[in-house]
């Protein structure tokens, strides 16, 4: 007694070890299968009292045998595609095999027509599964009345088939609940784990792709200064080492996750690429204290506008402006020398952008206005307001 009730405490407590067995995909599907043989056993049990003889045993037998095949192949998972197909034929012959010993011989016992009127719940579609249910049922209480029953044995008879019934689709009901459970958590973790490649998809091209084209452009200046100004190539290559010593920290932290940047920084640090590049650059930082998260997708948002400014386009001027207009803060990245046709790339990286910052809430505008390319990103200071659809990047034809 005192084993059972330690059981019972760790039943109502939540305990992991029991619960996990019983929400197995395969547990329900079991559980329904031994039902179904418990309850054919008790229908062989039931021919075995009323003792029918000879030709009377035998279509009694037929009876519960082709019932109880026919809801096991209702039932079975694996049986779904082919008995949605068969529906109309399967249905019907079971009822007949159920009121088959009625008709022939006046004879009845418990829950005979139990099968036939849960497979009308599970395979119909309502309203005639449950007006068909009603006429089964109908069906049983005459079948009961014509073969003189007593008033118990006829109530035994009527309440043991609707309740039977009613057992066998809820158990159905709950093992096709458990396995669309098990199957919506392994898809949602498959959509989880795309999710998270996308997303360091996206932190290694929005975090690497500027420091990236740095080296590239220092490297290339290096080269061109080295047969005739080498302390200036030097100095580049100075440059390039401190770049290249970045791009690894970047690395490291993409992969561990620690992504936090500022915007303040990378204003500056983008100043000095563009002046690298012979590019004209105006930079404006008055946003204030930002939250962490903010911060980091706007310093991304500007090493994604300056590393496109340096892929697609021969920009002479750009202006890099970080503003804070009452509960919004404003990017504005902005440069001439756009070039008329795109790369093949185009859009990639500004739609990641407009994924990240649609997860603070904010949104992103990209347009061409003559030789000037613009790109705005807004966001609410305080986190995301739920207002509607996440806003992408709108970008004009043949521009980045």
Known sequence: MQSLVRLWRKAISGAPDLSAGILTPKMPGRIVFLVLWGYFFLQLLNVYYIRPHSTRLFVCLVSVVGIFALQLFHCARRTRS???????????????LAFLPVVLYHLVWGSFSAFPAASTLLLLPAPES?????????????????TSQTYSSATYIVISGILTALIVVALVRLADLVASLHAARAERARLAVEEERLRFARDLHDLLGGSFSAILLKGQLAQSMLPDRPEQAREQLDTLLRLSRQALTDVRATARSYRDLSVAVEASAARTV?????IEASVLVSAGRLPRELDTVLATAIREGVTNLL??????????????????????IRNDGVRPAPDADDGAGLSALAARLAGVGGSLTAARSGEW???????????????????GATVSPGVH
Do not use: K
């Open 130 to 146: 449950w007006t068909m249910f009603g006429a089964i049922v109908g069906g049983t209480i005459a079948a009961v009345i014509g």
């Open 82 to 96: 082919v008995r949605a197909r068969y529906v109309w034929l399967t249905v019907p012959v079971q009822v007949i």
């Open 311 to 332: 892929q697609h386009s021969a920009a002479r001027r750009c202006q890099i402006e970080a503003t804070r207009d009452g509960a919004n803060v404003r990017l504005m």
């Open 274 to 278: 563009l002046a690298a590049a012979e």
């Open 373 to 391: 390319f613009q790109v705005i990103a807004t966001a609410p200071v305080d986190g995301p307001v739920p207002v509607g659809p996440q806003t």
